[in-house]
């Protein structure tokens, strides 16, 4: 749930105009959750009932990501955390990433680019995929990178009704996050104020974000926006028995 007090801190950051539109989007993200969903266990590689099966499941798993990454950066905000807040709000870019390379996957299937059996071992890479060295007989994920590329394209195609390479906007908006998320300049400066006049730095301990990061929330609204968009497609690709 939302947390006490966002609405305020919305106030506080001349920010009244969003506010609304983030409680939208959460309630959008959340109206999609179930409770459960029948399993189909084993099964040959490539069966569509299979690849059903696990795709719903995955884009379940996702939604929870999803909706955990956009309470968290709103709990961020109230506490005034921008650092927090941004890990968060990227985090939410990469799930919608995610969603998205998935969302492209099952089209190139639909449009017969690629066969049922590419689709479920990507899938299952997507799903089941490791990096650390504790589960060394686990695939090895998908770069993130590669899915951002996937992920713009479905977008372009399927959401602005554009061509496939007409804009990088998750990929854009990514790596200007991560420019927050670690020690380099941006970050550095939510931490000082300058003041030329004396001169000397002063460090922003218990002080709160200064608008232009608070802005950083409307990141969140965006990705939230493309989320529920591709989710929304994906039954309509599945492939047919």
Same mark, same amino acid.
């Given at each position: 749930?939302?947390?006490d007090g966002l609405?305020?801190?919305?106030?506080?950051h001349h920010?009244? @105009?969003d506010?609304?539109?983030?409680? @939208?989007a959460? @309630?959008?993200?959340?109206s999609?959750?179930e409770k459960?969903r029948?399993a189909?266990?084993?099964?040959?590689?490539?069966?569509?009932?299979?690849?059903r099966?696990?795709?719903?499941v995955?884009r379940?798993v996702l939604?929870h990501?999803s909706?955990?990454l956009?309470?968290?950066?709103a709990s961020a905000?109230?506490?005034e955390n !921008?650092? #927090?807040?941004?890990?968060?709000i990227?985090?939410?870019?990469e799930?919608?990433a #995610?969603l998205?390379?998935?969302?492209?996957?099952l089209r190139?299937? #639909?449009?017969?680019?690629i066969?049922a059996?590419?689709?479920d071992?990507?899938?299952?890479?997507q799903?089941?995929? !490791?990096r650390?060295?504790?589960?060394?007989?686990?695939?090895?994920?998908?770069?993130?990178?590669?899915?951002?590329?996937?992920a713009?394209?479905?977008i372009n195609?399927s959401?602005l009704?554009?061509t496939? @390479?007409?804009?990088?906007?998750?990929?854009d908006?990514?790596?200007?996050l991560c420019?927050? #998320?670690h020690?380099n300049?941006?970050?550095?400066?939510?931490a000082i104020?300058l003041?030329e006049?004396v001169?000397?730095?002063?460090f922003?301990?218990?002080q709160?974000?200064?608008?232009?990061?608070f802005?950083l929330i409307?990141?969140?609204?965006?990705?939230?926006?493309?989320? !529920?968009a591709?989710?929304d497609?994906i039954p309509?690709?599945?492939?047919?028995?």
């Amino acid at each position: 749930m939302l947390p006490d007090g966002l609405e305020q801190a919305f106030l506080t950051h001349h920010q009244t @105009k969003d506010f609304d539109e983030f409680v @939208k989007a959460h @309630k959008q993200l959340v109206s999609r959750t179930e409770k459960r969903r029948n399993a189909l266990l084993g099964g040959n590689c490539g069966d569509p009932d299979r690849i059903r099966v696990n795709t719903l499941v995955y884009r379940q798993v996702l939604l929870h990501r999803s909706i955990y990454l956009f309470e968290g950066s709103a709990s961020a905000a109230v506490n005034e955390n !921008v650092y #927090s807040m941004t890990l968060n709000i990227r985090g939410h870019f990469e799930t919608t990433a #995610s969603l998205g390379y998935l969302h492209r996957r099952l089209r190139s299937l #639909s449009k017969g680019d690629i066969t049922a059996e590419m689709l479920d071992k990507d899938l299952c890479i997507q799903m089941l995929g !490791v990096r650390h060295e504790s589960i060394p007989e686990a695939p090895d994920p998908k770069h993130i990178l590669s899915m951002f590329k996937y992920a713009d394209e479905s977008i372009n195609i399927s959401v602005l009704s554009q061509t496939a @390479k007409q804009h990088c906007i998750l990929e854009d908006c990514y790596e200007f996050l991560c420019e927050f #998320s670690h020690p380099n300049w941006h970050s550095n400066d939510a931490a000082i104020d300058l003041d030329e006049s004396v001169p000397e730095y002063r460090f922003r301990h218990e002080q709160p974000m200064r608008d232009e990061h608070f802005n950083l929330i409307e990141y969140l609204l965006l990705s939230a926006h493309f989320f !529920v968009a591709l989710y929304d497609q994906i039954p309509g690709l599945f492939p047919i028995n």
